[in-house]
C-alpha cells in the first residue's frame, strides 16, 4: 500500500505560488515524512528552487475562475484521483502549514474518503462560520485522504458531475459566493451521493488564520501574525493561512 | 482608579482568552486518535467508557467519531493509547497556560 501527498501549485501574476510551496515542502519533509507528488506546469516548476526527491505531474490549469478579481487556478482538484500515484493520498493545500504530525494517522483508516467540516478561526472572531453563505453546509477540501477505491472514484465522478454544472448547483444551494470553489463542490458532491445524509468527516476543525491577518513571521515551529494592533502566534499546530502575502515572509 | 491600567488589564486578558481558546483547540486536535483504523477522541467521555466496559468484559463494542461500531480486543492497549494522548495534549496545554499565569500577574 502505497501512501503519499498530493499538492496542488500554478503561479499567477499576482501570487508566486512556488514560494509557499516550498515552505510547505519543507514542514511536510519535516513532520510528516510521507512522498510528495506536485500537479504544476512547466512555468511555475521553472521557478521553483531545488527541493529533493519529489515527484511533479505537468498539467495546464484550466483557467477562467478568479477570487477577488484575481486569477485563482483552483478548478484542478477534481482530477486528484486520476493523479494520484499513490493507494492512500492526502491532498493539501499548499497553504496549509503541517507544524504537527497529526495527519499522519489519518492515512491508516478504514475511510475511503475523509474531508473536514470546520474551521477554527485563530483570532476568534468567527470568520468562517459559512452556513449563513449558503443552503449547504460546507466542508474544507483544504486537506482531504482518499483511497483508490471505487466508492473514493464515484466521489470524485460526482464531484466532476457537480464541477461541469456548478452554475446550476450553485444557484440550487444559493451560494453566496459566484467563483468556483471547491469547498462547495465538495460539499454538495459529498451530499448528492451520500444520499443527503451525513458522510465520514475529520472530528476536528482546521486552524485557520483569516486574510486580514499579516503573518509577521513564520518558522519550522509556528507562525507569528498581526492583525489590527496586536501580535499573536501559534507553535506545534496546523495552521491554514488565508493571506497569500505569506509567499514573501 | 488609574483607567490606562485597567485598559491594559482588559487587553491583558483579551489576549490571554484568545490564546487560551486557540490552545484548547491545539489540544482538541491532538486528542484525536486512530485505532484498529477507526477514529476517536482521547477525551474524558471515551477514556471512561473504555475503562469501564474493560472492567466487565474482555472484548466490547464502541462507536468511532463518524458513529461506526468498532470491536476493542485489547482493551488494555486501547485505553493506555487513549490517556497516552490525552495526558500528551493536556501537558502541552498546561504549559501554555503557565505563561498566561505569569503574564496576569
Known amino acids: 500500500m502505497t501512501k503519499g501527498i498530493l499538492l496542488f501549485c500554478f503561479d ?208 519550522d515551529k509556528g507562525i507569528a501574525w498581526r492583525y489590527q494592533d496586536k501580535i499573536d502566534w501559534i507553535e506545534n499546530q496546523d495552521v491554514h493561512i488565508l493571506n497569500k502575502e505569506i509567499a514573501n515572509v | 482608579m488609574d483607567i490606562g491600567e485597567l485598559k491594559k488589564q482588559s487587553d491583558l486578558s483579551y489576549d490571554v482568552a484568545i490564546a487560551k481558546r486557540n490552545a484548547i483547540e491545539k489540544a482538541n486536535t491532538r486528542q484525536i486518535i486512530v485505532y484498529n483504523e477507526h477514529i476517536f477522541r482521547a477525551d474524558p467521555q471515551t477514556i471512561c467508557l473504555v475503562k469501564t466496559l474493560s472492567e466487565l468484559e474482555d472484548t466490547f463494542f464502541i462507536l468511532d467519531t463518524n458513529h461506526n461500531p468498532v470491536e476493542i480486543k485489547d482493551p488494555q492497549d486501547f485505553l493506555s493509547k487513549l490517556i497516552q494522548r490525552n495526558q500528551e495534549s493536556l501537558s502541552s496545554y498546561h504549559q501554555m497556560y503557565k505563561t498566561f499565569e505569569r503574564k496576569d500577574d
Open chain 1, 12 to 219: 499567477t501574476e499576482h501570487t508566486q505560488y512556488h514560494k509557499i510551496l516550498e515552505k510547505c515542502v519543507a514542514l511536510i519533509r519535516k513532520n510528516l515524512k510521507l512522498e510528495i507528488t506536485v500537479v504544476t506546469n512547466f512555468e511555475t516548476y521553472k521557478n521553483l528552487r531545488p527541493l529533493g526527491f519529489i515527484n511533479y505531474k505537468f498539467i495546464e490549469p484550466e483557467l477562467g475562475n478568479t477570487k477577488i478579481g484575481k486569477e485563482w487556478n483552483n478548478v484542478d482538484r477534481h482530477m486528484a484521483y486520476e493523479l494520484s500515484p499513490y493507494d492512500t493520498t492526502l491532498v493539501m493545500d499548499i497553504d496549509y502549514f503541517c507544524y504537527t504530525d497529526n495527519l499522519l494517522q489519518f492515512m491508516n483508516t478504514k475511510y475511503d474518503f475523509l474531508i473536514p467540516t470546520q474551521a477554527h478561526d485563530l483570532t476568534q472572531r468567527n470568520t468562517f462560520h459559512q452556513r449563513v453563505w449558503s443552503m449547504i453546509p460546507m466542508v474544507w477540501a483544504t486537506i482531504f485522504v482518499f483511497k483508490k477505491t471505487n466508492k473514493a472514484k464515484r466521489i470524485f465522478d460526482m464531484i466532476k458531475y457537480v464541477k461541469k454544472y456548478y452554475h446550476y448547483f450553485n444557484e440550487m444551494y444559493r451560494i453566496y459566493a459566484k467563483n468556483f470553489r471547491n469547498d462547495y463542490v465538495f460539499a454538495i458532491a459529498l451530499q448528492q451521493l451520500n444520499g443527503f445524509v451525513n458522510y465520514n468527516t475529520f472530528p476536528f476543525a482546521l486552524s485557520t488564520l483569516p486574510p486580514d491577518c499579516k503573518v509577521l513571521k513564520m518558522s
